[in-house]
């Protein structure tokens, strides 16, 4: 027996026979969803979701050779639509995949909150620096190189059409940011680099907390 091919974005699912002929019903699979979202560990049966090397695999206690039987195979299913609504929701807002401990937060059914986007982090450390400059902790005029960065990284974050997370900030993030700086807002190297140094004062800041 042939089986029709199989793409990427296409699964088989439910193979039945009517008047002598073999059908299927084909289901278009959500983009950025991995294959492996039902895995065996120990013969049970474990929803399975990684994001950035970290795994988690959340128990159903099924037994893997009984994960066909009806009330079985409702509650996999319905797992796993938990999970593809818990990632499609959480992207609508960030732009990429939640963490793993949101996702094992949401299979659990525990209390999740939408961790500060880059910018919400921001937003306080421009609140902190205003209290120092208050305090005479800190010269007025190095609110100016701060705001000049709040406005820069709003920029990027349109231009690069995603709500970043402070987990993105990386030395490839830093390297695109100081490219769109020079290319996009026309700096010199040496105003793009004093972007980079404030960026990390505000990286710093963060790691602090």
Sequence with gaps: ?????????????NFFLANDHLYFRVVKKPKDMKDKEVVQLNGKVFIYYSNKGLVYRHPTKILWNEKELPL????????????????????????????RDYIRSILRGEETKQPKSLMDRYSDF??????????????????????SLKSALLGFEEQSKTKFQLSDVNDDFIGRFREYLVTMRGLSSNTAQKRINSLNVFIDYCEGK
């Design 1 to 13: 027996m042939c089986f029709p091919y199989q793409s990427d974005f296409f699964t088989l699912q």
């Design 72 to 99: 079985n195979k409702e509650l996999i299913d319905s797992l796993v639509q938990k999970v593809r609504d818990a990632i499609e929701d959480y992207r609508k807002i960030n732009g990429t995949n939640p963490p």
């Design 126 to 147: 421009v609140t902190f620096k205003k209290e120092q400059v208050e305090k005479g902790e800190l010269r007025p005029t190095s609110m100016t190189d701060i705001v």
